[in-house]
């Protein structure tokens, strides 16, 4: 499968619990995106890497969340202290360049209780 | 700032009825480029189509057709003769070519055929 692929899909949490979300691009592709969303709404940009260089953050990242591309290859997500309010999905997305259309992964489904 | 709006939020149609879907964008670039994508069931966005702001051209392909039009900040997207495999979220999304990399996504509109 040379999609775009993502671990875990599901992720239950206590708050306060740090998560790791791991994104595997389709491999030519060095633009990857993360995004989150929730129910009822369209993907939210949250941050963006051409090979292993974070180019631009959202003001939605805040500092409990980080992510890297330590190689230009994967890339993690991590949050620290979850709160309820970080349960969504996230998304993560590639592309072979910076304004061509976005493949996306399946998600991760995170649920902080 | 960019913007995308579907003011649509959810449709519901018989099997074989044409649909459109509505998507206006806000943005101060000259240079931008849009997008459709669907999310079935299974929840995995889906690319359906890209256009650049200096193409203003209809699109066709099967049954989904899209109008662009610059003066009314608007690309719309039709599905005629509609099945019920259609059924999905549909977003459309904007990428300014000054912000590289970042596309902002409408909100999305539900679209239900039924049998």
């Known amino acids: 499968d040379t999609g775009v692929s993502q671990d875990p899909r599901h992720k239950i949490t206590k708050r306060g619990q740090n998560v790791t979300f791991r994104c595997d691009p389709i491999?030519?592709?060095?633009?990857l995106y993360w995004y989150r969303q929730t129910l009822g709404q369209g993907p939210e940009f949250l941050t963006y890497?051409?090979?292993?260089?974070?180019?631009?953050k959202s003001r939605l990242l805040s500092d409990r969340f980080s992510a890297e591309r330590p190689k230009g290859s994967f890339s993690t997500l991590e949050i620290q202290r979850t709160e309820q309010g970080d349960s969504a999905m996230y998304l993560c997305?590639?592309?072979?360049?910076?304004?061509?259309?976005?493949?996306f992964g399946p998600g991760t489904r995170l649920t902080v209780l | 700032a960019q913007k995308v709006t579907q003011a649509q939020t959810e449709i519901s149609v018989v099997e074989k009825e044409d649909v459109t879907l509505d998507c206006v964008y806000e943005?101060?670039?000259?240079?931008?480029?849009l997008f459709w994508y669907k999310q079935p069931p299974s929840g995995e966005l889906v690319f359906l189509i890209r256009r650049n702001s200096f193409d203003e051209q209809n699109e066709i392909s099967g049954r989904y057709s899209w109008n662009f039009q610059k003066s009314t900040s608007s690309f719309n997207f039709t599905i005629t003769a509609s099945q019920v495999v259609d059924s999905a979220v549909y977003f459309c999304a904007l990428s300014e070519h000054t912000n590289a990399g970042k596309s902002t996504f409408g909100d999305g509109t539900t679209l239900t055929v039924k049998p």
């Open positions: 890497f051409q090979n292993e260089a974070q180019l631009e």
């Open positions: 943005t101060r670039d000259t240079t931008y480029y």
């Open positions: 491999s030519e592709h060095n633009r």
């Open positions: 997305a590639s592309s072979p360049t910076g304004l061509g259309e976005q493949f």
